[in-house]
């Protein structure tokens, strides 16, 4: 099997119209893997997200056929009896029609979103792939799915590390409560916690609210054309974008 010459490594679940952090650790991997191998966890990421609306955010929930018990992410079907796609696309219209560059994006999402989509993972990665694009980001990707893992979580890290020869792993702050360094030290690779600074930028409806769905930024901020600096973080990229309309 060919082997990349990868330094970064990045393991995140593949979510639902992620968060910008997600896309800040996409943009300064050397290599990304969806982690799509891994059980299924009800009411979070994969399936839904947040956008802002008049009277704060807003959940957008992808509806799933019940999942059995350890059901790994890559087999959760989507409940299409259910008109999500529609109800999501005329939320974001609605939601956003004040934003400036809402229309340079949102026809492309919304006819991403209303395929037929059967796979909760594959809709995910079609996101994710698309927002990817817009926002410039080039990182190669593999899914956890295709690839030989065994052990406890981390083991299955630490082994990801090694297939790909990576000498160091950006990992989400969140991920201090479990992940072991010591086990990576061993492996003869570094861990790093990305301690995301989330940017600020002009929004609708009163107090800026942080932590939602890429799009908002997007929608708001990120004006067609602009692309992300390699290792460049989202925070500052968007910094500069504004410092420079000034």
Same mark, same amino acid.
């Given at each position: 099997m060919a082997r990349f010459a990868v330094t970064v490594l990045v393991v995140l679940q593949p979510g639902y119209l992620p968060w910008l952090g997600y896309f800040d650790q996409l943009a300064r991997a050397d290599l990304f893997v969806h982690y799509d191998d891994v059980q &299924? %966890?009800?009411?979070?990421?994969?399936?839904?997200?947040? *956008?802002k609306g008049p009277? +704060? !955010? *807003?959940?957008? #929930? /992808?509806? /799933? #056929?019940?999942p059995q018990h350890g059901q790994r992410i890559d087999e959760v079907r989507i409940d299409n009896r259910r008109p999500w796609a529609r109800k999501h696309v005329a939320t974001l219209t609605q939601f956003y029609a004040r934003a400036p560059y809402r229309d340079a994006y949102l026809p492309a999402l919304a006819d991403l979103l209303q395929r037929d989509w059967e796979k909760l993972v594959d809709l995910d990665l079609a /996101?994710?792939?698309?927002? #990817? +694009?817009?926002l410039g980001i080039t990182t190669p990707t593999r899914r956890a799915s295709q690839l030989a893992l065994s052990g406890d979580r981390n083991d299955r890290l630490v082994a990801l590390c090694r297939q790909f020869s990576a000498d160091r792993y950006l990992s989400g702050d969140a991920a201090q409560g479990y992940l072991e360094p %010591?086990? &990576?030290s061993k492996a003869g690779v570094d861990v790093?916690? @990305? $301690?995301? %600074?989330? !940017?600020?930028? $002009? @929004?609708?409806f009163g107090a800026f609210v942080s932590h939602l769905s890429a799009i908002d930024m997007i929608f708001n901020a990120w004006?067609? +054309?602009?692309r992300l600096a390699r290792r460049e973080e989202l925070s500052a990229a968007l910094f500069n974008q504004q410092a420079a309309c000034g």
């Open positions: &299924f %966890d009800k009411n979070g990421w994969r399936n839904r997200n947040r *956008v009277e +704060g !955010p *807003v959940w957008l #929930s /992808v509806p /799933v #056929s019940q /996101v994710i792939a698309l927002i #990817s +694009g817009w %010591d086990l &990576f790093e916690w @990305q $301690a995301f %600074d989330h !940017p600020v930028y $002009a @929004q609708p004006a067609p +054309g602009r």
